[in-house]
């Protein structure tokens, strides 16, 4: 197991219980990060801090469910990583949301789920029979990203059926 794992978990409980709430827009304004959207091409989103500021770079025009997702990516980077990203200048844009390739964006995925999906929902959408596909679309999320939160609550001792999800969801 991831040793930031639980961390990623805490944190996102901690910052929605101090903010009251989950809309990352606004947990990104009250932490002070300054949010640029950008014409990337390709890259959805990235991290920076530029002389002691905090940056979140995000693609102008993505959907507004993956805006609030891939802010919520960066927010995490920035509560679980930054230190990281003050060594690296950064981080870089290749690969930045694969998480079979660094145990980083698995956290910083596992962070987004955690603050934008909350538990309760998520159970009362399971013992409804909804699968992660409707529970996805019920929650205006993505589908990823609710099989993440589901593998989550099993690994705190649910048992839900697993279903797949890719690794490279947000890239």
């Known amino acids: 197991m991831l040793k930031n794992h639980n961390e990623a978990v805490r944190t996102a409980d901690r910052l929605v219980r101090k903010y009251g709430t989950r809309d990352a827009d606004q947990l990104a304004e009250a932490l002070g990060l300054i949010v640029m959207p950008r014409a990337f091409k390709h890259q959805k989103g990235v991290y ?15 959907h507004p469910v993956m805006h609030n997702i891939v802010l919520l990516h960066e927010i995490g980077h920035d509560q679980l990583h930054r230190s990281a990203a003050i060594a690296a200048g950064g981080f870089q844009e290749f ?24 538990d309760e929902e998520i159970l009362e959408y399971i013992m409804r029979g909804c699968d992660v596909a409707q529970i996805a679309q019920l929650m205006h999320s993505d589908i990823n990203l609710v099989a993440l939160k ?22």
């Open 48 to 62: 920076k801090v530029i002389e002691r500021n905090r940056y979140i770079f995000i693609k102008q025009d993505l």
């Open 95 to 118: 690969n930045l949301f694969n998480m079979a390739d660094r145990a980083m964006e698995y956290e910083a995925n596992m962070f987004a789920a955690q603050v934008a999906l909350p």
């Open 150 to 171: 589901t593998a989550e609550l099993n690994r705190q001792g649910r048992r839900f059926r697993q279903p797949e999800h890719r690794c490279d969801f947000l890239k």
